[in-house]
């Protein structure tokens, strides 16, 4: 549900040579809107999402805005790193950076940069801090 890609492979195969088009809904409501108005009205709903973000919401916003816009005092933290789109695939942006064309998300995650001694908070401390069911780290108990 929301892989294009794979609904189409399962549902009818594309072929050497043929082309396949796809729209998401909410473009459809954007020429819908066109056709009914006579007006280009280019709104989209997107997700602020993130654990730095202070009000996490969904927003009607014009595509291509600018974020600095959107994100005006709504982060936990200063050190952090802006998302057009999701953690796994969008694009790192600057806080005064603008919406991607096909971006539907921004997401504000902690910059991570801060670091980690070895033998106490990395990966090699003995995890007196961690939680366990298993017997991996001595906090089992």
């Known amino acids: 549900a929301g892989n294009v890609g794979t609904q189409i492979h399962?549902?009818?195969?594309i072929n050497k040579g043929e082309f396949v088009w796809v729209v998401n809904a909410q473009d459809v409501a954007i020429i819908g809107r066109y056709f009914l108005s006579g007006k280009f009205i280019p709104k989209k709903t997107i997700a602020l999402t993130g654990s730095e973000v202070k009000d996490p919401q969904y927003m009607d916003v014009l595509i291509g805005t600018n974020v600095a816009d959107i994100l005006k005092d709504r982060f936990?933290?200063?050190n952090v790193r802006v998302i057009s789109g999701?953690?796994?695939t969008g694009e790192k942006i600057e806080a005064d950076g603008f919406?991607?064309?096909y971006?539907?998300?921004i997401t504000v995650v902690p910059e991570g940069n801060q670091l980690k001694?070895?033998?106490t908070k990395g990966w090699l401390g003995p995890g007196f801090d961690k939680f366990s069911n298993s017997r991996l780290?001595?906090?089992?108990?």
């Open 137 to 141: 780290f001595p906090t089992f108990l």
């Open 10 to 13: 399962h549902i009818d195969p």
């Open 86 to 88: 999701n953690v796994l």
């Open 99 to 101: 919406l991607g064309f």
């Open 117 to 119: 001694f070895v033998l």
């Open 76 to 78: 936990t933290s200063d």
């Open 103 to 105: 971006d539907n998300q």
